[in-house]
């Protein structure tokens, strides 16, 4: 009885100094993260210098005036907008978020030769400078001090915008200009060539038909601050493909396209510059002149809609403009929400295609099932629709539409909210 009571007093008393150690030992470890020290805050518009990246492949970025410069390994003009975030993220100084005290510092990415290098300069001055690992799970990146084998966690926006390719570190802008300093612009393709100039607040083209305004706006927008998704190695382009811009008080720009598989080309005339670049801008330029003509069934017209009418197969319905506002009168008794009346009928005063019928699109078909729809305005003018079948056009399920000999695909969509009314 005596030694089970001696043994239970013994074990209580190996567990005490066992928690009396942990709890110092926590205590130290709790003082040691508390004492994990930052690297200070520097100015980023003092920063003239930058080396980045692997002891292998070694990145220096200057800064010159007021632009970026790739110094080393190969000359050219850096991406500054890459460059500003940088140092966006290490210019209010890196705090650590933990330390781990381990000696394998390659399992952190630290050794071995995946460890990243990160020094930033000002006027020969030293402001920072650390050694970049993996990416830490649940967020955070390891890294380390100069000097300095403890492996810190601290949030650097990750190992992905300093572990780039020398290439990668080039300036992507292809276009840099004021939209609104586009006064015209000449798009060629193998099929066709067409001039289009500002008129007013729209567009107009040289053979005169209708400009496309929403499609034109994009385009502008598009090219006039246009940014690559890589700078590619100098190549041939296909100066048959392309566009001319016809820039306000400066000499023209011109941009050639070319196409290898599923990745497009740019490069500009009069330089060895070649960039990829998404597919909205080649695609438009390739669907020339369809993909610029205007896209509206008709108007817009300034007379208001007093009546719509759905014909043929399918539900008849009708919608009438009153002195009470927009009401179903076919079928009878059935209440309608005055938002989707509303926004009907505005869609009808200038309806818009998805996409004209053009070569590389589904066939329009008008058998089967069609049906109309049958608008009449406030001065007695009269329009009908016919509705076809049903296709994935461009990436969107559409229907086929037909007016006056035109032909084309109006959004799935827009068909179910108008015919949804009834």
Same mark, same amino acid.
């Given at each position: 009885m005596n030694l089970a009571r001696s043994t239970r007093s013994l074990l209580v008393a190996v567990l005490v100094v066992g928690a009396l150690d942990v709890g110092v030992r926590l205590s130290q470890r709790v003082g040691e993260q508390a004492e994990?020290?930052?690297?200070?805050?520097?100015?980023?518009?003092? @920063?003239?210098?930058?080396?980045?990246?692997? @002891?292998?492949?070694?990145?220096? !970025?200057?800064? =010159?005036?007021?632009?970026?410069?790739?110094?080393?390994?190969?000359?050219?003009?850096?991406?500054?907008?890459?460059? /500003?975030?940088?140092?966006?993220?290490?210019?209010?100084? +890196?705090?650590?978020?933990? =330390?781990?005290?381990?000696?394998e510092l390659d399992r952190y990415g630290l050794a071995g030769g995946s460890e990243l290098a990160v020094s930033v300069e000002a006027a020969g001055r030293p402001l920072l400078s650390l050694t970049l690992g993996?990416?830490?799970?649940?967020g955070g990146t390891w890294l380390r001090w100069p000097g300095d084998d403890s492996v810190l966690r601290a949030d650097v926006g990750g190992r992905g915008p300093f572990d780039r390719a020398p290439v990668a570190w080039r300036d992507p802008t292809i276009v840099d200009l004021d939209p609104e300093a586009i006064v015209a612009m000449r798009l060629e393709n193998q099929r066709a060539s067409v001039r289009v100039a500002r008129q007013g607040a729209g567009w107009v083209s040289d053979a005169g038909w209708a400009v496309d305004g929403p499609t034109m706006a994009a385009l502008v927008t598009g090219v006039a601050r246009w940014r690559a998704l890589e700078v590619a190695a100098p190549g041939q382009v296909d100066r048959r493909w392309g566009i001319?811009?016809?820039?306000?008080?400066?000499?023209?720009? /011109?941009?050639?396209?070319?196409?290898?598989?599923?990745?497009?080309? +740019?490069?500009?005339?009069? %330089?060895?510059?070649?960039?990829?670049?998404? !597919?909205?801008?080649?695609? %438009?330029?390739?669907?020339?002149?369809?993909? !610029?003509?205007?896209?509206?069934?008709?108007?817009?017209?300034?007379?208001?809609?007093?009546?719509?009418?759905?014909?043929?197969?399918?539900? %008849?319905?009708? !919608?009438?403009?009153?002195?009470?506002?927009?009401? +179903?009168?076919?079928?009878?008794g059935l209440d309608t929400e005055p938002e989707r009346a509303r926004a009907a009928v505005d869609w009808l005063v200038a309806p818009r295609v998805h996409r004209w019928a053009e070569p590389g699109l589904p066939d329009a078909d008008f058998g089967g099932s069609r049906h109309s729809w049958r608008v009449t305005f406030s001065d007695g003018a009269v329009r009908t629709l016919e509705l076809g079948g049903s296709a994935s056009v461009a990436g969107k399920p559409c229907v086929a539409v037909r007016v006056q000999g035109r032909q084309g695909w109006v959004e799935e969509r827009v068909v179910r909210g108008i015919e949804g009314l009834f």
């Open positions: 994990i020290g930052a690297l200070p805050a520097f100015d980023a518009a003092a @920063v003239d210098r930058i080396r980045v990246g692997r @002891v292998d492949r070694m990145v220096v !970025l200057e800064r =010159r005036g007021e632009r970026w410069f790739v110094a080393a390994p190969s000359e050219a003009p850096a991406d500054g907008v890459a460059i /500003r975030a940088l140092l966006a993220e290490l210019a209010p100084g +890196v705090r650590p978020l933990a =330390r781990v005290d381990e000696e993996h990416d830490a799970p649940g001319e811009l016809e820039v306000r008080d400066r000499d023209p720009v /011109r941009l050639h396209f070319e196409q290898r598989g599923a990745l497009f080309f +740019v490069g500009i005339a009069g %330089t060895d510059q070649r960039f990829r670049v998404g !597919l909205e801008v080649p695609y %438009t330029v390739a669907r020339m002149p369809h993909a !610029l003509h205007d896209r509206h069934l008709w108007g817009p017209l300034e007379q208001r809609v007093i009546r719509f009418e759905r014909r043929g197969a399918g539900p %008849t319905g009708v !919608l009438v403009q009153g002195e009470a506002g927009l009401s +179903v009168v076919q079928p009878p």
